[in-house]
């Protein structure tokens, strides 16, 4: 059974970072490409981040370039998503997905397997 469990969520104030992991199970992690997303209140989900299988390319909203950055390690089946310089509009419970295609990746339909969210609220 496939798992990806994220945490590291939680409240803080504008201007400051979070690291969220998010752990996989159950699935060939390094044949994956991985991706994060965000939902904010009362807003469609939106795509977030994006790595390749072998981290070898990334890719961003343009919202959060220069203050997020995505990772992953291979061998601990994580992935990462440091959030620097938090805004209040960063707000969202953010959820992390494993997809077996390597395109389109920006689109949530690629993905096979979701984890459940962690939320995050930056106060102004």
């Known amino acids: 059974q496939v798992q990806l469990v994220e945490s590291g969520g939680g409240l803080v104030q504008a201007g400051d970072a979070l690291r969220l992991p998010c752990a996989a199970s159950?699935?060939?992690?390094?044949?994956?490409?991985m991706g994060w997303f965000r939902r904010a209140p009362v807003k469609e989900r939106e795509f977030v981040a994006t790595t390749s299988w072998r981290a070898t390319s990334t890719a961003y909203v343009d919202s959060v370039k220069r203050r997020f950055t995505i990772s992953r390690d291979n061998a601990k089946n994580l992935v990462y998503l440091q959030m620097n310089s938090l805004k209040p509009e960063d707000t969202a419970v953010y959820y992390c997905?494993?997809?077996?295609?390597?395109?389109?990746?920006?689109?949530?339909?690629?993905?096979?397997?979701w984890g459940q969210g962690t939320q995050v609220t930056v106060s102004s």
């Open positions: 997905a494993a997809a077996a295609v390597a395109y389109d990746l920006t689109n949530p339909r690629r993905y096979d397997y």
């Open positions: 159950g699935l060939t992690f390094s044949s994956y490409a």
